[in-house]
C-alpha cells in the first residue's frame, strides 16, 4: 500500500523497443487478439469504447478487493477500509456484513482483513458492499488475460477471468510502468494482473507479469504479500490496543526525526550524490530514503538531499529511482505539498522527470475536490500548480476548472491566488470548457481589471484568447475608455486591448476619447495626455494607429491645446513622440 496512480501512468526507466512484427505472436485460449479487435474497430470509437467500458464492469462486478479496517465506529455502525488497490479509504457499513462478520467486528474491527467489492455511488464516491472477512494471509486476488493492443502510455488487456469470455470487447488499461517486461507492440500475449481503482472509479491493470511467469514467481512474492493491517490516528470511536505506537500525527513524526536528519544527512552528503554512480545512488535511496522520503522532503536538510537525489538520478540511466520517487509523491501529494521544502521536491520531480512520470504526478491535483484544498496547496505551492498545467490534457484541465467555478473572482481578487488562477484559466482559454467558464469572469470582468491583482489576469485572458473571445472581452471596455485610462491599475489593461484589438476596435476607442460629447468642455484625449496613468494610454494609441487614418484624428486633437499641455510633465512625453514621428518623416527615418 506504498503507491497510488492514475490512468496515464506510463514510461518505464529506460526507452522500450517497438515491436517491429504488426501479427500477434501468439494466442492464449480460444479468442485470438485480431478477431476482438477487428470486431470491436467495425464500430464507431466512441460507442467502441463505451461498449468496452460496458463490458469490463459486468466482468469486473464481482471482483474481490483486498484491505484491512483502518477506522471503525460501532455505535455508529459504519467503518473505512484501507487497500493498496484503492486510492483513498472506502466507506463500509456494517450492513454489508453478514451476521457472523458482524458479531466479529463489533468486538474488535481495527486490523481485520477484509474481501469487498467496490460500488461507485457517482460524484468520486465509492463504497464497500460484500464486505468479509478473511485470514489475514489472505492475498490479492490476480486475474487471467490477453494484451489485445497498445497505446502510447500503455496496454489494453481483454479479460478472461470469469466472465471474460462472455464479454469480449472488455478492455482494462494497464500503464507502461507496470508492463515493464513487455515489448510495446507485442499483442495476444496471456497475462495475469491485480486490478486497482481511483477515487474517480477509473480501473486499471497493475502488476501485469506473463501468464507463464507467474507461477515462478508465486513463492518469491508469497512473503511479500503478507501484510501487517497499516493504522492511523485514533478517531471518534475507534478501537487500538494500549500498546499502538503507529499513532503519530505527521507534525510528531516530523519533529521525532529533526535531530536524525540533522546528523545523517547534510550539505556534504549533498555533493557527494552529485558524483554518485548508479550503484550508489541506489544503496542511498533504499537505505536512507524509501521509508520516510514524505517526511524527509519536509526537513530543510533533508529536502536537499531529495532533491540532489531527484537530479542525479535523471542524469543515470538504468536505475529505477525515479519510479519510485513518483509513486511515493503520488501517495504523499498532500502532505509533502504543505511545505516549503516539500514543494522544492516536487518541483525538481517536474523539472527533471520524464513526461509521462510528469503527467502522473500533474493528475494530483484531479484528487484535489475544494477551493480549500486548492488553497492550502496554493500557500506554498501556486509555481507547481502552474507547473503541472502543462502536464495536463483537456479533459483533465476542464476537471480542475469546474472544481473552482463559483468561486473565480474571489480567487481573482487574492494576492496569494491570482498567480494560480491566472496560469489555469491561460490554459483554458483554447480549451471547449472555457465558454462555459467565461461568463462567470466577463460578469466582473471591469472590477477585476480594476482590481490590483486581477488586473493581470484580464490582462493574460486578452493576451493569450482566441479572436472570438478576445473581441468579447475588448468590447467590455467600450464607452468607458476616458475613465478607466486614468484608473491606477486599469490603464495597463487599456493598453493590452489597444495591442492586442482589431483595427476597427483600436479605431473606435481612439474616436472615443477624441470626440466631444454635449456635456463636456474638452476632448477626453486631452485629459489624459496630462494624467500620470492617462499619458500612457495615449502613447499606446499614437503606436497602434500608425499608419491609419485615425492616426492624423489623434495627433489634431493633441495638438490644437499644445499650449496648456508644453507644461505638463506628462503631456511633454506625448509631445515629444508626435515631434519626434515627425522628424523622423520629414528625415526619411520613419519605420514603415
Not at 468520486?124 to 497505446?151: F, I
Not at 480501473?203 to 504479500?225: P, Q, S
Amino acid at each position: 500500500m506504498d503507491r497510488t496512480r492514475s490512468v496515464s501512468e506510463s514510461h518505464p526507466n529506460c526507452p522500450l523497443k517497438k515491436y517491429q512484427n504488426n501479427s500477434p505472436p501468439g494466442t492464449a485460449g480460444a479468442i485470438s487478439a485480431s478477431s476482438s479487435l477487428s470486431s470491436l474497430q467495425s464500430v464507431p470509437n466512441k460507442a467502441r469504447k463505451d461498449f468496452a467500458k460496458y463490458s469490463l464492469s459486468k466482468v469486473l462486478a464481482d471482483y474481490q478487493f483486498l484491505g484491512n479496517i483502518v477506522t471503525f465506529k460501532p455505535q455508529e455502525a459504519y467503518g473505512f477500509i484501507r487497500s493498496e488497490q484503492v486510492t483513498g479509504d472506502v466507506f463500509f457499513s456494517l450492513n454489508h456484513m453478514d451476521s457472523t462478520d458482524k458479531t466479529s467486528c463489533t468486538t474488535g474491527a481495527l486490523g481485520r482483513w477484509v474481501n469487498f467489492v467496490i460500488k461507485d455511488c457517482g460524484k468520486k464516491s465509492m463504497e464497500a458492499r460484500r464486505v468479509s472477512l478473511v485470514p489475514s494471509s489472505t492475498t490479492v486476488s490476480y486475474l487471467s488475460g490477453r494484451v489485445m493492443n497498445w497505446a502510447k502510455i500503455g496496454c489494453f488487456i481483454q479479460v478472461t477471468s470469469g466472465l471474460g469470455l462472455q464479454h469480449l470487447h472488455n478492455r482494462l488499461f494497464a500503464p507502461l510502468v507496470e508492463t515493464g517486461e513487455f515489448v510495446i507492440g507485442e499483442v495476444g500475449i496471456g497475462v495475469t494482473f491485480k486490478v486497482h481503482v481511483d477515487r474517480s472509479f477509473r480501473l486499471e491493470g497493475r502488476d501485469v507479469t506473463r501468464a507463464e511467469n507467474k507461477n515462478e514467481d508465486t513463492k518469491e512474492k508469497g512473503n511479500a504479500k503478507v501484510r501487517k493491517p497499516r493504522r492511523r490516528a485514533v478517531t471518534e470511536g475507534s478501537i487500538v490496543g494500549e500498546d499502538d505506537d503507529e499513532v503519530a500525527t505527521e507534525g510528531e513524526k516530523l519533529l521525532s526525526l529533526k535531530h536524525i536528519t540533522t546528523e545523517e544527512f547534510s550539505d556534504e552528503l549533498v555533493f557527494a550524490v552529485e558524483s554518485m554512480d548508479a550503484c550508489d545512488l541506489s544503496a542511498l535511496f533504499d537505505k536512507q530514503l524509501k521509508t520516510r522520503l514524505s517526511t524527509l522532503a519536509q526537513q530543510p536538510v533533508g529536502s536537499k538531499v531529495v532533491v540532489a537525489v531527484i537530479k542525479r538520478a535523471a542524469r543515470l540511466e538504468g536505475i529505477n529511482v525515479e519510479e519510485k520517487i513518483t509513486r511515493m509523491v503520488m501517495a504523499n501529494f498532500k502532505i509533502i505539498c504543505s511545505t516549503k521544502q516539500g514543494c522544492a521536491v516536487v518541483q525538481a520531480c517536474l523539472e527533471n522527470f520524464y513526461p509521462a512520470n510528469k503527467v502522473m504526478l500533474a493528475e494530483q491535483l484531479l484528487e484535489l475536490d475544494t477551493v480549500e484544498e486548492f488553497s492550502v496547496l496554493w500557500v506554498h505551492g501556486s509555481h507547481i500548480f502552474s507547473m503541472m498545467l502543462g502536464s495536463l490534457d483537456e479533459n483533465s484541465l476542464a476537471m480542475v476548472g469546474f472544481s473552482l467555478s463559483g468561486h473565480y473572482v474571489t480567487l481573482s481578487s487574492h494576492i496569494r491566488h491570482y498567480k494560480p488562477v491566472r496560469a489555469l484559466l491561460v490554459s483554458l482559454v483554447n480549451t471547449d470548457s472555457f465558454n462555459e467558464i467565461l461568463p462567470e469572469v466577463e460578469q466582473e470582468l471591469v472590477s477585476l481589471a480594476c482590481n490590483k491583482f486581477g488586473h493581470f489576469i484580464i490582462s493574460a485572458l486578452i493576451e493569450s484568447s482566441p479572436s472570438t473571445i478576445k473581441s468579447r472581452l475588448i468590447s467590455a471596455f467600450t464607452s468607458k475608455i476616458a475613465t478607466l485610462s486614468i484608473h491606477q491599475v486599469c490603464h495597463t489593461v487599456i493598453v493590452t486591448a489597444l495591442e492586442q484589438g482589431t483595427a476597427s476596435t483600436q479605431a473606435a476607442f481612439i474616436e472615443e476619447v477624441c470626440t466631444v460629447s454635449t456635456n463636456q468642455a474638452d476632448m477626453a484625449v486631452i485629459k489624459l495626455t496630462k494624467d500620470r496613468y492617462g499619458h500612457v494610454v495615449v502613447l499606446a494609441m499614437l503606436k497602434v494607429s500608425r499608419h491609419k487614418q485615425v492616426h492624423n484624428v489623434l495627433k489634431a486633437s493633441i495638438l490644437c491645446k499644445q499650449d496648456e499641455l508644453i507644461e505638463n510633465e506628462f503631456a511633454a512625453k506625448v509631445m515629444k513622440t508626435i515631434k519626434t514621428e515627425f522628424h523622423n518623416r520629414t528625415s526619411g527615418n520613419y519605420s514603415k
